[in-house]
């Protein structure tokens, strides 16, 4: 679906007179901005869009803010030199005890430690610096303009606008926001759904991070709805 098609949609469903002038109670930008905010939680959530660059690892320095360097940055899937060798995923623990002098170890990047949104430190730290390859989990591009599409696949893209009715109404509270609460539910639960097929092609590259476990979240406090048992 276009950006055009899904908020036409959603200011339909929202009972705008969108045929007779344009919305009124639920201007056009707010739904954009609802829908936006579903591409980039159901990235999020998904971990389902990745991208592989070169980084040009700076000499002698250990820690990184990976969004500094990449603004679409969401979470590391692999690390690996030129030449291919896979730079291991560690924790910090990890590195403690395998050098209680980690952070200042100058060699090539065998091990890497990674926390929060961004931040990433190395194990060794080249002198001269180096380039590795990495895979991330991206965050979309906004999306702008009436033509533009989500880089998932197709069939997700009504859940975009599920997402577009329930956020508007969510201010409103109430009533309002308790019959939009299964909307909710039914984004996060295709989500879910998403994330499944994403985690079995990350387990068969081989890669460091999976998304979400969304079977396993309790999503009734957020929905209302109750937790499904067995």
């Known amino acids: 679906m276009t ?6 949609l959603a200011s339909q469903r929202l009972n705008e007179p969108f045929a007779q002038g344009g919305p009124t109670f639920y201007p056009t930008l707010e739904i954009v901005a609802a829908i936006n905010e579903a591409n980039r939680l ?11 660059v070169a980084w040009n690892v700076a000499a002698a320095t250990t820690f990184f803010h990976m969004l500094t ?13 030129a030449a291919g060798a896979k730079v291991r995923p560690s924790t910090w623990g990890e590195l403690w005890s395998l050098d209680s002098q980690w952070p ?3 060699g090539a990047p065998t091990r890497y430690a990674s926390q929060g949104a961004d931040l990433l430190g190395l194990y060794q730290q080249p002198a001269g610096g180096t380039i590795l390859s990495v895979t991330y989990a991206q965050c979309p591009a906004p999306l702008v303009n009436d033509a533009d599409t989500p880089a998932v696949p197709a069939e997700w893209h009504p859940l975009f606008v599920d997402y577009g009715v329930y956020r508007p109404r969510q201010a409103e509270g109430g009533d309002a926001l308790a019959g939009a609460l299964p909307l909710l539910e039914r ?8 994330a499944d097929i994403v985690r079995a092609r990350n387990v068969g590259n081989g890669y460091d991070s999976m998304p979400f476990e969304l079977r ?3 999503r009734s406090r957020l929905t209302g709805k109750s937790k499904s048992k067995g």
């Open 104 to 106: 200042a170890s100058p």
């Open 187 to 194: 984004f996060l639960a295709g989500a879910g759904a998403y």
């Open 216 to 218: 396993s979240f309790d």
């Open 69 to 81: 360097l990449y603004g679409d940055w969401i979470a590391p899937l692999r690390i690996a030199t």
């Open 3 to 8: 950006l055009a098609t899904m908020y036409g």
């Open 42 to 52: 159901f990235c999020l959530l998904t971990l389902a869009l990745e991208t592989t």
